[in-house]
């Protein structure tokens, strides 16, 4: 096959090829284990000098996916608090392939354009956050966190005289960085990538699960009253669902020279349901706020949401111009301005897509459906003679471990820890271990929007099931010279 032209009969063959065999993977996920049971087909490895073309090539990779690929879409994937794709995000996912949008702006694609605009704007609305505040959609909550907290940056370089994004931070003091022990690693990455030093960021907590102080946060906030402040606040802590305590933090804040921004990657969907709203109090009174996709909203990956409150701080971290990318009018945005990306996928269709097929009240029963979900399996966990819940089940995370009678607190780690690979192994349900309080124990959740009653029930009676086996590989270890 010496030049892809060549191949421009097989278009048409190949949609149909991927089509078919996507939609075979896809109607087994529900019942298929998580992990596969063997992993023999693998895609060639070397560059080959003659290509193969379309179908061959794809055939291949086809082969090699049913063997290769965790079943990370399907019902029983309780890992990383993932979701999976709605039949309407994954169809306007395929489209937005075929369509080929790059979203920098009106002039590249004034479709692709249109449609982020309306989405952004349907998600504010889904969230409670107001109607004036600007909005882009990133590839998660990595870039998320590093939009909302590239404006705060340059907020607080304009708050000592300097504009940062032209003259850079080497003539300003350390930014101070304030968050509870909630903060995740991807807020930590994104402050890395800003050049603010992840070290720089204190957490306040009250105890040993991370909660904030509120009563540390303000006397840190004394000590720095001359200098402007960033805090993070976190809606959706990954151990347990916990929230900081959003409106008592942006008060405290509104005392000082602050920004606040929130980082509520899953945790924002709580603003969805009634029944949860709130724990999300007082976030459209704060300055920042990020979202992920791939998420509770259950759109393909890639896919997050960052929104600010000032547009000004936003633009003016990401503006960009040159002779050959035109002029944008105002009431035309280039989305490609207001986030680190300039060729930009068109990751609205997707969101825009399932927002219009199932709408508010969709997302609200589903959100509901997986509630109630969670405090199943924590009654699961609480009857369990053998099983140990850690937290509350605030949102739609279990945390609990195992402990099993006449094991010693100190053993309890190591078995914990190895009772996590045989789940993972065993692939019936996926999820591994965290540390929470100093403990090993497990986080599930519950995001997918195909998972039902019958998934979750396999949490506990896997756990249980496969308990006795690891303290017997523990103890074996332990025995052997």
Known sequence: MPDPLADHGNLGAALRLAAKEAEAYLARIDDEPVRPPSRRAQPTSSLPEDGVGSLAALSELIAASVDGTTR???????????????????????????????????????????????????????FGLPASWSGVITTGATMANFVGLAAARRWWGLEQGVDVESAGTSGLPPMTILSSGYVHVSALRAVAMLGLGRDRVRTLSRDGAGRVDLDEMSVALREHDSEPVVIIANAGDVNTGDFDPLADIVALAREHRVWVHVDGAFGLFAAVSPKTRHLVKGVDLADSVIADGHKWLNVPYDSGFAFVRDPTYQAGAFGTSAAYLGAEAAARPAFGNLGPEMSRRARSLAVWATLRAYGRDGYRAMVERHLGLAQRVAEQ???????????????????????????????????????????????????????????????????????????????????????????????????RP
């Open 381 to 479: 966990v609480d009857a369990a003679p053998d099983l140990e819940r850690m937290a509350d089940v605030t949102l739609n995370v279990i945390c609990f471990r195992y402990r099993p009678p006449g094991v010693s607190e100190a053993q309890l780690d190591e078995i914990n820890r190895r009772l996590g690979e045989l789940v993972l192994e065993d692939g019936r349900v996926y999820f591994g271990t965290t540390v929470y309080d100093a403990k090993v124990c497990f986080r599930p959740a519950i995001v997918n929007w195909r998972t039902r009653e019958d998934d979750v029930d396999l949490i506990v009676s896997t756990v249980r099931e496969l308990g006795a086996r690891a303290v017997a590989l523990v103890e074996g270890a332990r025995a």
């Open 72 to 126: 990370s879409a399907g019902p029983r994937y309780f890992h990383f608090v993932m979701g999976g794709g709605t039949p309407a995000a994954v169809g306007a996912d395929w489209l937005t392939a075929a369509v080929d949008q790059n979203s920098y702006s009106w002039l590249s694609s004034p479709f692709a354009s249109r449609v982020e605009q309306i989405s952004i704007a349907w998600l504010q609305e889904l």
